[in-house]
T-cell receptor, first 115, second 116 residues
């Protein structure tokens, strides 16, 4: 299957700082990328959908000013957690889908810990 | 809108035995796709198997098969000859084809433990 690379895999940051997570499609053009958040022992919850060159569409309850999503190219989307707080500690995972494709491929995920 | 229900929080299976993980769904889309993913403790989501709503035959991929019963809106995953490495979280997911560029909607997952 296609490869989606997500970095970093783990990050620890201080409260109040910002963290950027990158999601890259390595061998296909990802016209759409999805960002999910997963709390321990829970399912994946969709945060936002981003189409290349457009503003992201955020799910209800997700603060767009706190979770900045940029999808400036067909191979890269970034999620920036701004002014992170301990309650933002979670597992963040992206998935990428090519135009018209059935399947979306997932990155390896990023475990964020805010101290 | 789509909804996935996985009613088994945890399952145990003896090594080399078969196990069925349940999944029921609800959707208003006439055309849709059903997916199963495996998530080991490392966190990555591993795609296992896909079933399209209009596929006539149940999908199979190696030791994985999908028992698709459209009238009952169920898409159970069957793992044959379980291995210790099959211990993980398993998520059922779906996507409607008539609702634009939609994301996958996931169930709550089932934690499978394979016992030696």
């Amino acid at each position: 299957g296609a490869v989606v690379s997500q970095h970093p895999s783990r990050v620890i940051c201080k409260s109040g700082t910002s963290v950027k997570i990158e999601c890259r499609s390595l061998d296909f053009q990802a016209t759409t990328m999805f960002w999910y958040r997963q709390f321990p022992k829970q399912s994946l919850m969709l945060m936002a959908t981003s189409n290349e060159g457009s503003k992201a569409t955020y799910e209800q309850g997700v603060e767009k000013d706190k979770f900045l999503i940029n999808h400036a190219s067909l191979t890269l989307s970034t999620l920036t957690v701004t002014s992170a707080h301990p309650e933002d500690s979670s597992f963040y995972i992206c998935s990428a889908r090519a135009q018209g494709a059935t399947e979306a491929f997932f990155g390896q995920g990023t475990r964020l810990t805010v101290v | 809108a789509q909804k996935i229900t996985q009613t088994q929080p945890g399952m145990f299976v003896q090594e080399k035995e078969a196990v069925t993980l349940d999944c029921t769904y609800d959707t208003s889309d006439p055309s849709y796709g059903l997916f199963w993913y495996k998530q080991p403790s490392s966190g990555e989501m591993i795609f296992l198997i896909y079933q399209g709503s209009y596929d006539q035959q149940n999908a199979t991929e190696g030791r994985y098969s999908l028992n698709f019963q459209k009238a009952r809106k169920s898409a159970n995953l069957v793992i044959s000859a379980s291995q210790l490495g099959d211990s993980a979280m398993y998520f059922c997911a779906m996507r409607g084809w008539n609702s634009g560029n939609t994301p996958l909607v996931f169930g709550k997952g089932t934690r499978l433990s394979v016992i030696a």
